[in-house]
């Protein structure tokens, strides 16, 4: 490894080992630490179903930002959410608590 | 009596007098026989009308060869009527207005996608801005069956000219098999690994450009053409997921000099008639965690060469989650990738210019790579930057033409101005091992999903 490369490199995997370390890497109880990534809705968080929620929330975060809930209609959120359990594996319960949740918080 | 029999009184009376005077203006006081025949005719049957009215009270129903025809007059709606009336059309034209905005909102069709916005100033190369739109067809045919297909445009200058490059990324048809297995065929995303099948995408990838093992001439397959069939299974706490396909597979580099012995694996066609197999297993302890195993096996070869079988393997984890502590999302990223090559001989006859050339042919690279969003920040600001660092890192074998090692470490600074919009800045200190030049570049970056 290159020298210049070699202090950063044990920094950011210490940070990323201390970050994990932080979180205690628990489990989640229901309804605890679900963040959209939108600043513009952090200080005022839907009141929404807690079981569809978690699900969408913790799915989605795992790889990208969570959009808001009108950016599709009922219809769109169903082809969108169908897209992404191929794409990301969802299992059948969590397709549609996800599709219900989107449903009825739409 | 009824208003009927009054009317046909009226005609007959009507008919007498048009008769009288019809006489009194011609000069003849005889008609002619056809026209008396014909009045005849229409008189006899009044009369037989009125005396059956007579005899009944009821007026006779016309019948559909009745060839007497009797004067009416405009029936009036009363104001009750003439509501009920407007009603029933309004009723109807709402209906048909709810049932046309039902059917659009019913489409199972949706255009999804990204685009981006780029400048790359990189050391020892031109600085250059970029353009890319990569729309991406939704179309869900019924609750089992789905369409989902990529295209990128991107803007490319291939020997001095420019021109816009098209290229299909994925285009696949799946099914929904059960509740665990999901089957599908077509050009898809290879399941190997994170980046290429989740977090390519501009608005998601944290950088702007792709990690090492990902990229151009990296070591991982980005997609394929085959099937597949992949599913997902929760064991009480713990997730697993799974992807397993068969395609056509990666083609081995034999003719060209700096590449011999490099994976092409954007070729679509089978060079060798042997499939490849590969597949991605994970696992998720806790909902922001997942591990994951990945491979691939295939016989690279073309046609005509001498039999070469290629092994990749890799490893990938992935640990996402807002903490309190710290007062945002942490995003914390790794992927190792290795891949052992069979050993052959290139330009066995030297008649290519660059052989003969034989090299143990294994590589592997990764990356590692965190960010953190101070989401509950209170400033708006802040709340809406995210900090990003990736160290990543390639090894080529010893001996292989154009061995050239390379490390990177990149620090980015994203402003997100939505949840899918971000304008990204980013600077990368970049070292090649047989390069003297640095690699260092600076990237600016807008990238939008839609």
Not at chain 1, 21 to 35: D, E, K, L, Y
Request: hydrophobic content about 40%; glycine content about 8%.
């Amino acid at each position: 490894m290159h020298r210049r490369f070699l202090i950063p490199t044990i920094v950011l995997v210490l940070a990323g080992v201390l970050a994990i370390g932080v979180s205690g890497c628990s489990v989640r109880a229901p309804g605890q630490g679900i963040t959209p990534q939108d600043g513009s809705v952090l200080q005022a968080p839907v009141p929404v179903p807690k079981e569809g929620a978690e699900v969408w929330a913790d799915n989605c975060m795992r790889c990208h930002n969570i959009r808001p809930l009108t950016s599709y209609s009922d219809a769109q959120w169903e082809v969108v959410v169908h897209h992404m359990r191929v794409r990301a594996n969802l299992t059948a319960v969590e397709h549609k608590a996800i599709v219900e949740f989107l449903k009825g918080a739409n | 009596m009824n208003s009927r029999v009054f009317q046909i009184g009226i005609l007959l009376a009507m008919t007498a007098t048009n008769s009288h005077a019809q006489e009194a203006l011609s000069d003849d006081k005889y008609v002619p026989r056809e026209e008396y025949e014909q009045l005849k005719e229409q008189f006899d049957a009044l009369k037989a009308e009125v005396d059956k009215l007579k005899t009944t009270g009821q007026p006779q129903k016309p019948r559909p060869d009745d060839t007497v025809k009797t004067p009416t007059t405009e029936y009036q709606l009363t104001e009750q009527e003439r509501r009920s009336r407007d009603q029933v059309i309004s009723d109807i034209v709402e209906n048909w207005q709810l049932n046309q905005a039902s059917l659009a909102d019913s489409s199972k069709f949706l255009i999804a996608g990204y685009a981006t916005a780029g400048f790359t100033d990189q050391e020892g190369e031109d600085s250059n801005f970029s353009a890319k739109l990569v729309p991406v067809f939704l179309w869900k045919l019924n609750d089992r069956l789905l369409f989902e297909g990529e295209v990128e445009f991107e803007l490319e200058n291939v020997n001095g000219a420019s021109e816009t490059e098209v290229n299909l990324e994925y285009a696949n048809v799946s099914y929904l098999l059960n509740d665990y297995i999901t089957l599908g065929a077509g050009k898809f995303l290879t399941p190997f690994g994170l980046f290429g099948e989740r977090l390519h995408p501009a608005w998601i990838n944290k950088l702007p450009d792709a990690p090492l093992p990902y990229g151009s001439g990296g070591l991982a397959p980005m997609s394929s053409v085959g099937f597949y069939m992949r599913g997902g299974v929760a064991v009480e706490e713990t997730k697993f997921n799974y992807a397993f396909y068969v395609s056509n597979g990666p083609n081995l580099n034999t003719a060209t000099a700096t590449k011999a012995g490099t994976l092409i694996f954007d070729n679509y066609e089978d060079i060798n008639n042997n499939k490849a197999i590969g597949g991605r297993v994970g696992v998720l302890p806790v909902p922001e965690m997942e591990l994951g195993y990945s491979f691939q096996v295939a016989r690279v070869a073309p046609d005509g060469f001498e039999r070469v079988d290629a092994v990749i393997m890799g490893v990938d984890f992935s640990y996402v989650r807002y903490i309190d502590a710290l007062g945002g999302i942490v995003d914390f990223r790794a992927e190792w990738v290795f891949s052992d090559v069979e050993n052959a001989t290139f330009d066995p006859a030297g008649s290519l210019g660059f052989g003969p050339l034989t090299f143990d042919n294994k590589r592997h690279g990764g990356y590692v790579q965190l960010a953190y969003r101070p989401s509950k920040n209170s400033s708006e600001i802040l709340r809406r930057l995210e900090f990003v660092t990736r160290w990543d890192m390639i090894e080529l074998p010893s001996g292989a033409p154009d061995e050239t090692d390379e490390q990177r470490l990149t620090f980015g600074l994203n402003y997100w101005l939505a949840p899918s919009t971000v304008v990204k800045a980013a600077y990368r200190l970049g070292n090649k091992e047989n390069n003297a030049e640095d690699q260092n570049a600076f990237f600016l970056q807008a990238a939008v999903g839609f």
